[in-house]
């Protein structure tokens, strides 16, 4: 049986939550975020990290969200994510 660890949760000053994880992924799907940071970075004129060009793609893929699920209901699954082969 595998012990579930829960990554800690840091609350922003704009009403928004921060978690780190490590996830591996192929050299391709970095790539794409790379790809995807210089698209935002040509839309907002300043260099953009990978961080943010996930956090914008998470962003703008999934409905908003104005208040938490009820404790019973399951997220979806995310589909807008790169592919991601191997284990994370």
């Known amino acids: 049986m595998s012990e579930r660890i829960t990554p800690p949760m840091q609350a922003l000053p704009d009403g928004e939550a ?5 996830v591996r992924i192929p050299w391709e799907d ?7 940071a210089g698209r ?3 839309q907002t004129g300043r260099p953009v990290t990978l961080d943010e ?3 914008y793609r998470l962003r ?12 019973g209901e399951q997220p ?6 790169p ?3 191997g284990t994370a």
């Open 18 to 22: 921060e978690i780190s994880l490590v």
């Open 30 to 36: 970095v790539a794409r975020l790379g790809q995807e």
């Open 40 to 42: 935002l970075a040509s």
């Open 53 to 55: 060009a996930v956090s």
């Open 60 to 71: 703008s893929t999934r409905p908003s969200a104005s208040h938490a699920k009820p404790a």
């Open 76 to 81: 979806a699954a995310v589909s807008a994510l």
């Open 83 to 85: 592919r991601i082969s």
